[in-house]
C-alpha cells in the first residue's frame, strides 16, 4: 500500500523560506511523477510543481523563480523548496504520485504566511 507522508509546513512571515518534505513508501518511487498541489480555503486544489522521473520540472507561473522541487530517488523523498513565501502561498500543500493507472495523495500540510 502506497502512503505519502508530508512534513515542513507551518507559520511564516512574508519574505521566509520552507521547504516541504514528502517521504513516500509501499511502491516504485523512482517510476512515479512527484508533484505538490495545494489548495486554499474555497479554492479548488491547483499544480504547484512537478518533477517526473527523468527529473523534468515544472512550475505554475505563480511560483517560478521562487519554488524548487527536488526529488531524491534513494530516499523516496520529494522535496519543495520555497523561497519569497508571500501571503497569497497560503494553503494546504499536498503531495501527489503519479503512475500510469493510480494517483496517490498525502495528507496535507499546512502553509500559513502572514506578519
Known amino acids: 500500500q502506497v502512503q505519502l507522508v508530508e512534513s515542513g509546513g507551518g507559520l511564516v512571515q512574508p519574505g521566509a523560506s520552507l521547504r516541504l518534505s514528502c517521504a513516500a513508501s509501499g511502491g516504485t518511487f523512482s517510476s512515479w511523477r512527484m508533484a505538490w498541489y495545494r489548495q486554499a480555503p474555497g479554492k479548488q486544489r491547483d499544480l504547484v510543481a512537478s518533477i517526473d522521473r527523468s527529473g523534468s520540472t515544472d512550475y505554475a507561473d505563480s511560483v517560478k523563480g521562487r519554488f524548487a522541487i527536488s526529488r531524491d530517488n534513494a530516499k523516496n523523498t520529494v522535496y519543495m523548496q520555497m523561497n519569497s513565501l508571500k501571503p497569497e502561498d497560503t494553503a494546504v500543500y499536498y503531495c501527489?504520485?503519479?503512475?500510469?493507472?493510480?494517483?496517490?495523495w498525502g495528507q496535507g500540510t499546512q502553509v500559513t504566511v502572514s506578519s
Open positions: 501527489n504520485a503519479a503512475s500510469i493507472s493510480k494517483n496517490y
